[in-house]
């Protein structure tokens, strides 16, 4: 299993290049069953769980391949789909699985999908997926750990999901791409990769409206076309792996400029990082960050997009735990995303948890220690404080990285971070 070392003290600076988003790779990937003509994706990141849903694609008779020559190249020919689903085996480790669910059903009228289990970070059922496809019709059982759906064809539907749901508004827009009439999607999700998946469905022929808004709007079509081509749809900059970097050098100290990133996915972290005394500048794909002093404590909340996203709060908290002052972080998406916490502890940070508040007490130096990685963005968390902590920090557990940073202390190292993966 695979551990990364960390000697920390050292200052980031330099240039590093963003990758494509995770979060939009892998519902761009599953929209790709939506037709029986190839689709081209680029600027697809490296990760394990784009491997993962390359598995899952071949897996039910798709042809699903990364460029040997283009890295960043992924074609899938989903004309020869042989079975529709999608095994427990490859649902358990990635939960986003869910996303072949909408687009089979569309396209094959039937889909058995392994329910997801509970993860880390919490319960995350999906309930609101199955109640939208019911309400489009589709009749859905689930039994031995299965969702089973079937449907003649779906039909145009009203839907006001109980919460804001990511996957479920992506899903539910997929399933109506090619759904009989009208769907309407109340209280949909405006994070920027449901506009990326959006764009991408309407290059292949989709008709949707009002797409990164809470009211997305899609007149069903008969077929979708493929997206041939050397760039077909090109996936959005992974902002999520973009503030990583940013909070890992407004704790370091340093100067950072990001390419291919996209500063206007990033709004609400931005403000807190300048808040916390760190000197941001961006253009149109560019964020330069540069820190020289102490970081000031920061209190924030997470929430839906536009607001401070759940996926930065356990990085943005080991800024804090080297800040000046105290820092009350506020949990509000997932109910148990604070296991970081304990492993900070263990680096000597001062955090005390109360339900889904977090004070953080900021220290003056943290101290290397063995620390164990509980989740994607606990790892990251766990890194950046490796990066200042004194003497030697070891995180293991990176699996957990693996799944949504693409090199991570490859490009660390690229800044001077003295970090290396050991392998065992
Ligand atoms: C692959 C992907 O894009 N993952 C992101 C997506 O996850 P994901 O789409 O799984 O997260 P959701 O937006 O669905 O979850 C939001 C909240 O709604 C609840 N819920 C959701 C669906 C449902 O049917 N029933 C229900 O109760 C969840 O338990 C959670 O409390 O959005 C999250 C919130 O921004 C991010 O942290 C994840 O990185
Ligand atoms: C929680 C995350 O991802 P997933 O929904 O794929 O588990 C994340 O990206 O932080």
């Known amino acids: ?34 037709t029986a003509e190839p689709v081209t994706l680029t600027n697809v990141p490296r990760l394990q769980d784009v491997n993962t849903t390359l598995q899952l694609l071949r897996n039910m008779g798709a042809r699903a391949e990364r460029s040997e020559q283009q890295p960043d190249l992924v074609q899938i020919d989903a004309s020869q789909v042989t079975s529709p689903e999608a095994p427990y085996d490859l ?15 569309a396209r094959f009228g039937e889909a058995t999908v392994s329910l997801p289990g509970g993860c880390a970070i919490g319960s995350r059922p999906v309930d609101q997926h199955i109640k939208g496809l019911q309400a489009m019709g589709a009749e859905i059982v ?21 919460m804001v749901t990511v996957t479920g508004t992506e899903n539910l827009l997929m399933a109506a791409t090619l759904a009989e009439g009208e769907t309407v999607l109340e209280n949909a999700a405006q994070e920027p990769e449901i506009p990326d998946l959006a764009e991408m469905l309407i290059a292949m022929g989709a008709k949707i409206e009002g797409h990164g808004t809470g009211k997305i709007r899609i007149q069903g079509v008969e077929r979708l076309h493929g997206l041939p081509g050397p760039v077909g749809h090109r996936i959005i900059p992974d902002r999520i792996e973009a503030g990583t970097f940013l909070c890992a050098v407004a704790a370091t100290g340093g100067d950072v400029v990001l390419r291919h990133a996209c500063a206007a996915h990033l709004d609400a972290v931005i403000e807190k990082l300048r ?4 000197t941001i500048e961006a253009g149109d794909d560019w964020i330069r960050v540069r820190a020289d002093r102490r970081p000031r404590a920061v209190s924030f909340r997470t929430s839906e997009y536009p607001a401070f996203p759940t996926d930065m709060q356990a990085q943005f908290m080991a800024l804090n735990c080297i800040a ?7 949990e509000t998406i997932f109910e ?9 502890l263990r680096l000597g940070a001062r955090i005390e948890v109360d339900g889904n508040t977090a004070v953080v007490r900021g220290v003056e130096r943290l101290s290397g220690a063995t620390v164990m990685a509980t989740d994607l963005r606990a790892s990251a968390s766990l890194v950046i404080a490796g990066l200042v902590a004194e003497g030697e920090t070891v995180v293991d557990r990176i699996y957990h990285l693996d799944r949504g940073y693409d090199r991570m202390e490859v490009k660390l190292r690229g800044l001077g971070a003295d970090i290396e993966r050991v392998t065992l």
Not at 325 to 330: D, E, F, I, L
């Open 142 to 162: 689930v039994e031995h750990g299965y969702i089973i759906a079937k449907a003649k064809r779906l039909k145009g539907a009203r839907i006001t999901t109980d």
């Open 336 to 344: 148990n995303r604070f296991m970081h916490v304990n492993e900070l």
């Open 1 to 34: 299993m695979d551990k990364l070392l960390i000697r920390g003290g050292r200052r980031l600076n330099g240039e590093v290049t963003v990758s494509g988003a995770k979060n939009a790779a892998l519902p761009e990937l599953c929209a790709a069953l939506l």
């Open 275 to 278: 808040e916390a005394g760190a």
């Open 324 to 330: 000046d002052g105290a820092a009350k972080v506020t």
């Open 91 to 105: 649902v358990k480790t990635m939960r986003a699985s869910i996303l072949v669910l909408g687009p089979l059903l």
